[in-house]
C-alpha cells in the first residue's frame, strides 16, 4: 500500500500499545484508536513493505466492544490510549499481553500457563483512580498560560484541567494557578528557549486521609508574590503542603533533585490497609491507591510468611511493600536508589512503631551482592541467606548482577511485582533456568484505560 491510500478494513487484533491491527490484502495495517472487532475507513500514513500505519477516518461498523470514551481528549492525549474499549475488553487485553510476554520472551509453555496463571484484578470503578498527576504549563498562541496533558508522542499541550482519571481537586488547583498566573504576569515555562518559570505542578491527594500537596517546579529559585497563589491554594479543604521544586535544567526530567517547602509541611500521609505512610514530593508513591492494596495483599499471600521469615524488598521506594509485610515477618530488609525515599521509609517505619524493617540506600544490584560477600567474609564462608525475597524494579526489570545473588542466596520464594511484562518474561526466564518454579501469576490492572499492566508472580525455589 501507498501513502495516503484509503482502505476498508476489519480490526482483528490488538497491539502491544493498544492499537487495532487489521489486514488489507494481506498487508497488516496498525490504527490507533481502533478497537478489535471494528469495521473501520482507514488512511495509510506510513507504509513500510510488509506492514503500514494508518489514520482511523470512519468507525462503519462498531465493535461490541466500542464504548464512548469519558473524555472529551481520549485520543489526542497521551496519557488514556484505549478509552474507547470496554472495560472488560480491557482487562482481557492485559492478561493476554502477560500471557503473550510469558511465551514469547519467557519461553514458558501454554498449558502450564494456563495453570499457573490467575484472574486479573480489576477495579469496580476504573474512572477518577490517581491520587498523583504532573501536569505541564505552557503557553498557547494567543500569549495565555495553559495547561493539561501532552499529545501522545509530543510535548504539545492540549489544555484540559478535568482529566477523567485524576480526582476533582486537581481541576480547583490547576484553575487557580492558571489565574494566579494570568493576574501576577508570570510565565509558564518553554522547552525550547529555556526560558519561563512555571514548569509543572505535582498534586498529590491522600485517599484516604483527604490530605492535598501542590509542588510546583519551576525554572528559577523563586514564585514572585508566591504568597497571593498561598493564599488561595490554602482555602481548599485538606491542604496540606505547598512546596516548589527548583529545577533549571533543560531536560525532560520533570521534578529537581530538591524542593522548599513554601507553606504547611513537606509531606502529606496516607494509608494502605492499616499501615500509615509519609509521602514526599520526590519520593515514588504508587499512584492507584484502590488497586495497591489489592496488589501488596497478593504479594502478601504469595510472600507465605508465617513469622520469623528474613525477607529483603528490593526496589522499595519509601518502604511500602517493606512494611506491609514486616507486620507478618521476623526481619525486613529494604534498598532503594533514592535517598529521599529511603529517609520516608525510615520515618513510615517509626510513625507504625514498626522496629523490624531497615533500610538501605543503593542499587539492588551493588548493595544486595556486596552485602553476600561481606556476609561470607565475616561467617568464614557461609552463605547469606533469605526466605523470601520481593523485587518490583522499574520498567527496565532487575539486573543481572542482582538476579544472580539472588540465585546465591537461594531464598524458599521470589515475588516478583512488574510494571512491564516484557522485562519480567526476560528476568523470569533467568531464574526458572536456575531452580525456580513459576507457581503463581496474577495480573493487577492499576491503571484503567492505558495500556500498562502489573503483574506479582509467586517463585518457588526447587532443590
Ligand atoms: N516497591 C515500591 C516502589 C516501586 S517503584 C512501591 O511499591 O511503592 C521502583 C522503585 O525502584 C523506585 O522507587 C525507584 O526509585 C527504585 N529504583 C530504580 N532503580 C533502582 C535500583 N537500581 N536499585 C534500587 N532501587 C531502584
Known amino acids: 500500500m501507498q501513502k495516503n491510500e484509503m482502505a476498508v478494513i476489519e480490526i482483528t487484533d490488538i497491539g502491544v500499545n493498544g492499537e487495532g491491527i487489521g489486514k488489507h490484502d494481506g498487508y497488516t495495517l496498525f490504527v490507533k484508536d481502533a478497537v478489535i472487532g471494528d469495521k473501520a475507513e482507514v488512511k495509510v500514513m506510513k507504509a513500510k513493505k510488509n506492514y503500514g500505519y494508518a489514520r482511523l477516518m470512519r468507525v462503519l461498523e462498531p465493535s461490541a466492544d466500542r464504548v464512548e470514551p469519558r473524555c472529551a481528549f481520549a485520543r489526542k492525549c497521551g496519557g488514556c490510549q484505549i478509552q474507547e474499549m470496554s472495560y472488560e475488553r480491557q482487562l482481557a487485553f492485559k492478561e493476554q499481553k502477560v500471557r503473550g510476554n510469558l511465551e514469547r520472551l519467557g519461553g514458558f509453555d501454554g498449558e502450564m500457563l494456563d495453570q499457573v496463571m490467575e484472574p486479573i484484578l480489576g477495579m469496580d470503578n476504573p474512572f477518577g483512580y490517581r491520587n498523583k498527576a504532573q501536569f505541564p504549563f505552557g503557553t498557547d498562541r494567543e500569549g495565555n498560560p495553559v495547561t493539561g496533558f501532552y499529545a501522545g508522542r509530543t510535548h504539545d499541550i492540549i489544555a484540559n484541567t478535568d482529566c477523567a482519571l485524576g480526582v476533582p481537586v486537581d481541576r480547583e488547583i490547576l484553575e487557580i494557578i492558571l489565574d494566579f498566573m494570568k493576574s501576577e504576569g508570570i510565565s509558564a515555562y518553554d522547552e525550547k528557549t529555556g526560558k519561563g518559570l512555571i514548569r509543572h505542578v505535582l498534586i498529590r491527594y491522600g485517599f484516604t486521609t483527604k490530605e492535598i500537596m501542590v509542588c510546583l517546579v519551576i525554572n528559577g529559585r523563586k514564585i514572585p508574590g508566591a504568597e497571593k497563589l498561598i493564599e488561595k491554594l490554602t482555602a481548599i479543604s485538606g491542604m496540606t503542603s505547598i512546596t516548589i521544586s ?169 515475588v516478583y511485582v512488574s510494571c512491564d511484562p516484557a522485562t519480567l518474561a526476560r528476568d523470569l526466564k533467568v531464574l526458572c533456568g536456575e531452580g525456580y518454579a513459576l507457581e503463581k501469576v496474577r495480573p493487577v490492572d492499576m491503571f484503567p484505560q492505558t495500556v500498562h499492566v502489573e503483574t506479582v508472580v509467586l517463585l518457588s525455589y526447587r532443590k
Not at 324 to 329: D, G, I, N, S, Y
Open 246 to 414: 527548583p529545577n533549571t535544567r533543560q531536560t525532560n526530567v520533570i521534578m529537581g533533585d530538591t524542593y522548599e517547602v513554601l507553606w504547611g509541611q513537606g509531606f502529606i500521609t496516607d494509608y494502605i490497609g492499616t499501615v500509615r505512610y509519609q509521602i514526599s514530593p520526590l519520593s515514588f508513591y504508587q499512584v492507584n491507591p484502590v488497586q495497591t492494596e489489592k496488589l501488596y495483599s497478593q504479594a502478601l499471600e504469595y510472600a507465605g510468611l508465617k513469622g520469623g521469615e528474613t525477607v529483603w524488598d528490593l526496589y522499595c521506594g519509601i518502604g511500602t511493600i517493606s512494611l506491609f509485610l514486616a507486620e507478618k515477618a521476623g526481619q525486613v530488609y529494604g534498598v532503594e536508589i533514592v535517598p529521599q525515599a529511603i529517609e520516608d521509609a525510615r520515618k513510615n517505619a517509626r510513625i507504625n512503631r514498626i522496629s523490624n524493617a531497615e533500610f538501605f540506600v543503593g542499587k539492588a544490584e551493588e548493595v544486595l551482592p556486596e552485602y553476600y560477600e561481606d556476609y561470607a567474609r565475616e561467617h568464614s564462608g557461609a552463605r547469606a541467606r533469605a526466605d523470601v525475597i520481593v523485587v518490583d524494579p522499574p520498567r527496565k526489570g532487575c539486573d543481572q548482577a542482582l538476579l544472580e545473588t539472588i540465585v546465591k542466596m537461594a531464598p524458599e520464594r521470589v
